[in-house]
């Protein structure tokens, strides 16, 4: 831990001779935990003394010991799993030592703080952090200790860092169970080890009777968030290495996002070369292999490339169905990409229901699923993967797509007013994707708002140049008769050529 002086008076805190600037909430935090540096200071407390009693997120809490980590060290404040946090004291020990980090990303989930005041509840507590340790060993790509390991550390004052060590583990998730009559109130947050910087938090409320469907409802939202926010981490800490030490792994996950952004031929061809990079090191990387697809995917949605550019990695797609494929990510890239550019359909759904299987709380994997329902007529069960996708996380950055397919599906069972209420929010969410509003001038037609579907149709032209009636049919990846005949009479009602 870095040496600090303390000031209450003049509420200043001096490293060395440097003053440290800290927020006033945090310089609080720092003098509590100070003057009772030798014990350990529950959460519930501090939020009681720190706040005065006022109604605060325990959010705010994590927020303030990050700060006080990033000031005065990762060391500085030792998280105690089960109970709270403990001022760091004494000369710094050498990090201890522990086994290697693997070669994917790696995370242990510690005890939560049990905050209900009443220790008779300490079973449920536990019982909630082992089925998040057991859902998230489902989530492909990434290592999770077990929960026999993590549960060592329960009430011990153990520094982040030195967890994240003897465990072998870059990333560490912790949180505390408060309770108020029947209600129960969860957080978690997601930490990166070494360093103490908080990736993601949430909280989480439901009544003690339903604490099954809590329990569900806690593992689902954490495991979608950790698959997002743990690839993102993963990508720039592989931006932050040299060039030339860059294995495929890495470049995988520095394409990763852009793939997922690919709006123009630019931006396909820019994640593609990332990718051809990663494949020259490892051709039977499946990852990278599915990441082309996708990037292929996602650049004809957006109405970057013709359909014929988009079909050109049709025989990629085929390979990676190779029986022996349990990614569940690779299989819904594949199987997505099937069904889109090559119309398998049914090969599509099939792997999607097993890319489903591996990982129902993906959303990127449920999304795709009712995209390809939509694609077979399968509009209600589409609906029901769309919304699952909000429930996991709405704020998700691939909702905008969920929301797309969602207002395809509603075309699909002749909710119209709904379908262009959605559809205005997703495209609100992300205006480049043409898919969208595609949709959205056929959704205006078949609403009665045919002013707005001309308007909409000529900017979509202006675009998307290629685009005739003619051209949606010979492309269209819908395979319902009705409906690709209602959307492309919208179309041409709406002014576009034939």
């Given amino acids: 831990m870095t040496s600090f002086t303390l000031h209450p008076d003049s509420r200043e805190v001096i490293v060395g001779d440097t003053p440290v600037p800290l927020g006033a909430r945090a310089f609080d935090v720092l003098v509590y935990l100070d003057a009772h540096r030798d014990r350990v200071v529950s959460k519930a407390e501090l939020l009681e003394q720190v706040w005065g009693g006022l109604a605060v997120e325990e959010g705010n809490l994590s927020v303030q010991i990050s700060a006080l980590r990033k000031a005065l060290g990762p060391k500085a404040v030792a998280t105690v799993p089960g109970v709270g946090y403990k001022l760091a004291t004494g000369a710094a020990k050498p990090a201890p030592k522990g086994p290697a980090l693997p070669t994917i990303p790696s995370i242990a989930v510690l005890p939560f703080a049990n905050l209900t005041g009443r220790a008779e509840q300490d079973y449920l507590v536990d019982g909630i952090v082992a089925d998040l340790v057991s859902t998230l060993s489902r989530l492909p790509g990434i290592f999770v200790i077990a929960s026999s390991s993590s549960f060592a550390y329960k009430g011990k004052t153990v520094a982040l860092p030195d967890i994240g060590a003897e465990l072998g583990v870059r990333y560490i998730l912790e949180g505390a169970i408060q309770a108020g009559g029947n209600r129960l109130r969860i957080t978690s947050q997601l930490v990166e080890a070494e360093t103490g910087h908080t990736l993601w938090t949430e909280r989480f409320e439901g009544v003690a009777d339903d604490v099954f469907d809590l329990q569900d409802r806690i593992a689902q939202r954490t495991a979608s968030a950790l698959e997002l926010n743990i690839l993102l981490a993963e990508a720039d800490r592989a931006r932050a290495k040299p060039t030339d030490n860059v294995q495929a792994y890495d470049l995988a996950l520095q394409a990763a996002p852009l793939v997922f952004r690919v709006q123009t031929r630019e931006e396909l061809e820019a994640a593609c070369a990332i990718l051809d990079r990663a494949l020259a090191l490892d051709p039977d990387y499946a990852y990278a292999k599915s990441l082309k697809l996708r990037a292929h995917l996602m650049a004809m949605a957006s109405r970057a490339v013709p359909y014929e550019a988009g079909r050109v990695v ?127 001038v056929a959704a205006y037609e078949l609403a009665g708002q045919h002013e707005k579907a001309v308007a909409l149709n000529a900017a979509y032209m202006n675009a998307v140049p290629q685009m005739t009636v003619r051209y949606y049919y010979a492309n269209t990846p819908f395979r319902d008769r009705d409906m690709e005949d209602r959307y492309g009479g919208a179309l041409r009602a709406a002014g576009l050529p034939e």
């Avoid at 398998?344 to 990127?364: C, F």
């Avoid at 691939?398 to 069972?413: D, E, N, P, Q, T």
């Fill in 314 to 440: 049709i025989p990629l797609a085929y390979s990676l169905l190779n029986g022996r494929q349990t990614d569940p990510i690779v299989l819904a890239n594949a199987g997505h990409y099937l069904a889109y550019l090559a119309r398998e359909t049914e090969l599509g759904y099939r792997t999607l229901k097993q890319a489903t299987a591996l990982n129902p709380n993906s959303i990127q994997v449920r999304s795709s699923l009712g995209w390809v329902c939509n694609y077979g007529g399968r509009y209600d069960e589409a609906i029901e993967h769309f919304e699952a996708c909000y429930r996991l996380n709405p704020l998700h950055p691939h909702a905008a797509h969920a929301r797309s397919g969602h207002g395809y599906a509603l075309i699909g069972v002749a909710r119209y007013d709904e379908a262009v209420a959605i559809l205005e929010e997703a495209r609100a969410e992300d205006p480049g994707f043409g898919s969208t509003t595609q949709a959205l």
